[in-house]
């Protein structure tokens, strides 16, 4: 709850979402472009919801319109938990006129995108890009604290290239009142496989004023708690160990209530493989969706598309990597579910490992300087 008035004069005075367990630090889906659809956030709610949501980014400039499908995300959602609708841009009229249009829809709050790496988003001066210049930052967040009534929050990294501007932006943070800041502990020039500097997440809890969520690397329950420790977070956003491992908002819970925490098998796996398929398939099978008309070549690109996120759950499968091998030789349907079926169903009883195992990973390994978007296509753990 933000109880001080903004350097603006506007105090939003409305609740953050409250965790499911009273008490408790708080949970977060992170925003993930081509991946946190309506169909994946209600995926992982059957798993165990994270307390709030976060769209993919909504790209603001002069001809912008805020994307129908990310808007149906916040229309449409049945999680039973908030979701906040995410700006990714620089020039402050667009994301006035924006916030605007998205306050008519049931918003949990606006959340501003100061972190995207990719050197397409980059150069054009927004998400991480605007890290390079804090005065911009400032204006920006004293912008859209005053025309945002409810929830304003923030996602950034620490910097461009290197600190030397975060103390400036936490400031910015703190002067203009924003209900709730997420750090990913890396630079922009550090993409998605550096080490993530918890210290620099301490250093944000201890500067400003509201509640911050740490996020980056957050692979399991137990990793979680250790953050949580380290930094002082008021709560944890988990993005590409969700995409593995649906169950983690769930086991972090319980990890933090002293309780069992539950410990999926591969047979557990093989069934959140087959309801991923089935919640990906939106667009594929739509009419009107890709490929329509020629079966063929939208199930090659629904399984092209499953691949993605296999490439995240093969990731606890097996140590040696055998069924991310098998998996992306797979080009139909039938040959998906039949590696599947081998690798998972048949060892049913296996465990699921709680982290990543070392050495297997997720692939395309695009960090490149022309990776477009933070998309699922280039983006690996
Ligand atoms: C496929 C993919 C897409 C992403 N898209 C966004 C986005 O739209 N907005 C954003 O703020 N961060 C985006 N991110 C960054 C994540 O929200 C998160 O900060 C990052 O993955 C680190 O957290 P993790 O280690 O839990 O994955 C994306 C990450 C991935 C893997």
Known sequence: MSDHPSETGVKSGVALPAPQIPGQPLTALAPMQDVTDLAFMGLIARYGAPDYYVTEFLRVHAQSRPEAHIVRSIDENATGRPVFAQLIGEEIPHLERTVALLLKHPVAGIDLNLGCPAPKVYKKNVGGGLLRDP?????????????????????????????????????????????????????VKEMYRSEVHYDEIARAVRAVPCPVMANGNVTSAEAGARILAATGAAGLMCGRHAIRNPWIFRQIRERLAGAPVFAPTLGDVHGYVHALYRATAAGFYEPGGFGHGDPTARERAHVARMKKFLNFVGQSVDPDGAFLHAMRRAMSEAELFEVCARHLADHADRPFATEPYPGVVARPNCETPDADGCSLANVTA
């Not at 461009?160 to 501007?165: A, G, H, K, L, P």
């Open 135 to 187: 005065d911009h930052v400032d204006a920006i967040l004293a912008a859209l604290r005053a025309r945002t009534p409810g929830l304003f929050t923030v996602k950034m990294r620490i910097g461009f290239e290197d600190t030397r501007n975060f103390a400036r932006i936490l400031d910015s943070v703190a002067r203009h009142r924003v209900d709730l800041l997420t750090v990913h502990g890396r630079t």
